[in-house]
């Protein structure tokens, strides 16, 4: 046994900044984000928390599902970008839906939301689940040197949520980690008078082009082992949900793989990149439209820091 996906929800906080407007409180300009990444704008909280979003999400997600929170038997919940390291974050989000089941946070980075659903489809497996809520949410903009213009332009805040129940459609995943803090997030140094010396700055630091690298290769990978292990070809997906890093990755991703045009789903020119609320935000978009039937197939493919990198397919 394993899941399958009965509802999705997410939110975005209103707050739009666009590339001009970036380009106003730091040297750069809306024609080298638009031609280096492909982003146009991104939502940024203002004052809504990670919490707040997720709590959003989870309740849009649950309606969507038609699952009560006390129906739920685990809350699964990734960040990077919390808006604590302790309590979990997923325990705010338990009391504040009214749910009363266990709740953990599950940290990895970008890729995070496909290493929760791994563990996810471990409940199912071993019966200890009927009813499970996966939140993820990022507030980037907490966590960014905004002195940074590298890093700076590139993400934005959201939050993405999917209920799962029992089923047989969570048909395979591949997980890879490569150790490299080449995308880190320091924690606070903290205070102690007894250190030598000081870590980083708790904001993001990223090395750009070998992160890129990193992105094409794996997702490219990943997307051919999940195919091969299904024995499913690219004609028989409805889509594939890259993470929104970069446009150049997803369209070097295309490129190699030969897949057909539009089979990439893009959003991240209105987004930019919400770290592991990217997916679960892409996921809820297509579902709300309409454009996922059932029985389709739908491959998800994510990368990030860790460095780690992550796919699956599912049927809906
Ligand atoms: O989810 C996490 C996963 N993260 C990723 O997948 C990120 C992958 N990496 C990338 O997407 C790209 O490496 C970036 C978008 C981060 C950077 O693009 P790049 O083409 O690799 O640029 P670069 O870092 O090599 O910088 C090229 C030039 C530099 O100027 P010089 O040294 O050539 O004069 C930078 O200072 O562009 C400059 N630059 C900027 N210029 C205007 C860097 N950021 C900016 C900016 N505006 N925002």
Redesign the pocket.
Known sequence: MSFKILGTGRFIPPKVVTNDDLSKI????DE??VE??GIRERHVCTEETTVDMAVEAAKNALENAGVDPSELDMILFTTSSGDYTTPANACLVQARIGATCPAMDVVS??PAFLFMLDCADGYFARGRVKKMLCVSAERMSRVLDWDD??????FGDGAGAVVLGEGDNYLTSRLFVKGSTA?QIPNYDGKSPFYTSHAETPWVH?Q??E??RF?VTRMVKDIRGVLEDTGLTMDDIRHILP?Q??L??IEAAKKRLKARDGLLYVNITRYG?T?SATIPISLDELNRSGQIKEGDYLVFST???GLSSAACVVRW
């Open positions: 730091m040297d750069t300009s080298w984000i280096r990444t980075g970008c213009r590298g890093t700076a332009v590139i995308i990223m750009g082009q992160t890129f992105a993470h890093a970069n150049r990755i990149n770290s990368f990030g820091a």
